[in-house]
């Protein structure tokens, strides 16, 4: 059983089971990769491949270490979906500035045609995954999941956490005197 303030989250049924947050985030997972596939059905791409052509345009020039490490994938799967991509012609691998040994990854002009094609796609799908949602419950849908995760976007900064604890037990200590 999970406490929060007053109210008590049970887990204990199976019932209880599609109320979990392990259940509605796997479901979600899936509920982001069928909408993504809905909309881009016609351009034959992955939403891992999109991910990808995504960092790399928000940050040409990464190794592919790098690139797995800032979207948190192995460096197995880094490295067929590099291949994948570079087969396509929409990236390319060029000698590092940075190290010997080391191979910079950037998209080719194909892969820049190829993403300003599906930038509206992915606007239309971010739609779709929040249009249940009013624009502060988006909002702190995006926070959440950014907390829960642990990671700073542009609607959480996870070196936030740390002083948001100190002040919380800070807040509790002043409120419990009196």
Same mark, same amino acid.
């Given at each position: 059983m999970l406490k929060r303030s007053r109210k008590t989250i049970k887990l204990d049924s199976i019932f209880d089971f599609y109320g979990s947050p392990g259940y509605l985030l796997r479901r979600s997972g899936q509920f982001v990769t069928s909408t993504f596939d809905n909309v881009t059905s016609d351009a034959g791409v992955t939403a891992g491949q999109m991910t990808v052509l995504l960092a790399i345009s928000?940050? $040409?020039? %990464?190794?592919?270490?790098?690139?797995?490490? +800032?979207?948190?994938?192995?460096?197995?799967?880094?490295?067929?979906?590099?291949?994948? +991509?570079?087969?396509?012609?929409?990236?390319?691998?060029?000698?590092?500035?940075?190290?010997?040994?080391?191979?910079?990854?950037?998209?080719?002009?194909?892969?820049?045609?190829?993403?300003?094609?599906?930038? $509206?796609?992915?606007?239309?799908?971010?739609?779709? +995954?929040?249009?249940?949602?009013? $624009?502060?419950?988006?909002?702190?849908? %995006?926070?959440?999941?950014?907390? %829960? %995760?642990?990671?700073?976007?542009?609607?959480y900064d996870a070196g936030q956490r740390e002083k948001d604890r100190k002040a919380s037990g800070k807040e509790m200590r002043s409120s419990s005197v009196g």
């Amino acid at each position: 059983m999970l406490k929060r303030s007053r109210k008590t989250i049970k887990l204990d049924s199976i019932f209880d089971f599609y109320g979990s947050p392990g259940y509605l985030l796997r479901r979600s997972g899936q509920f982001v990769t069928s909408t993504f596939d809905n909309v881009t059905s016609d351009a034959g791409v992955t939403a891992g491949q999109m991910t990808v052509l995504l960092a790399i345009s928000l940050e $040409p020039g %990464l190794q592919q270490l790098e690139l797995a490490a +800032l979207l948190n994938w192995d460096e197995a799967t880094m490295g067929g979906m590099i291949r994948r +991509l570079e087969k396509n012609g929409y990236i390319e691998r060029r000698s590092s500035t940075r190290s010997s040994r080391g191979r910079q990854i950037y998209l080719t002009e194909e892969g820049h045609a190829f993403y300003k094609e599906l930038h $509206p796609k992915i606007l239309l799908t971010q739609h779709k +995954l929040l249009r249940n949602l009013t $624009p502060e419950e988006a909002s702190m849908l %995006l926070r959440l999941l950014s907390k %829960l %995760l642990d990671i700073t976007t542009p609607h959480y900064d996870a070196g936030q956490r740390e002083k948001d604890r100190k002040a919380s037990g800070k807040e509790m200590r002043s409120s419990s005197v009196g």
